[in-house]
Nanobody, 122 residues
Framework: QVRLAESGGGLVQTGRSLRLSCAAS????????MRWYRRPLGKQLELVAS???????DYADSVKGRFSISRGNGENTVDLEMSGLKPGDTAEYLC????????????????WGQGTQVTVSS
């Protein structure tokens, strides 16, 4: 199994910055893609940013120029640096990883963290 642990959420004022971190652990064979999603209260899940194993990144239009995704210091970790935060960024942020385990190295699955709340006050 693969477990994802997120950290770094909280309450911030408009315009401030916040960093989210996600660490994958467990019987990992490979993690090829890591993503951050968010789910505002009462709304649908939205893909915020993604990073491949090779370091290729992609962002939702709503966060381009404000958010930056990068590989963290540890193996199979990812950070989301959020700046210029707006009330519209308020949501539960979830880390997602696409990868495989040593049990079934050729079969990729989606793994999800529990989520961390980000609240931006006006």
């Amino acid at each position: 199994q693969v477990r994802l642990a997120e950290s770094g959420g909280g309450l911030v004022q408009t315009g401030r910055s916040l960093r989210l971190s996600c660490a994958a652990s467990g019987n990992i064979y490979s993690i090829n893609l890591m993503r951050w999603y968010r789910r505002p209260l009462g709304k649908q899940l939205e893909l915020v940013a993604s990073i491949t194993k090779e370091g290729r990144t992609d962002y939702a239009d709503s966060v381009k120029g404000r958010f930056s995704i990068s590989r963290g210091n540890g193996e199979n970790t990812v950070d989301l640096e959020m700046s210029g935060l707006k009330p519209g960024d308020t949501a539960e942020y979830l880390c997602n990883a696409v990868g495989s385990t040593w049990d079934t190295p050729l079969d990729e699955y989606d793994y999800w963290g529990q989520g961390t709340q980000v609240t931006v006050s006006s």
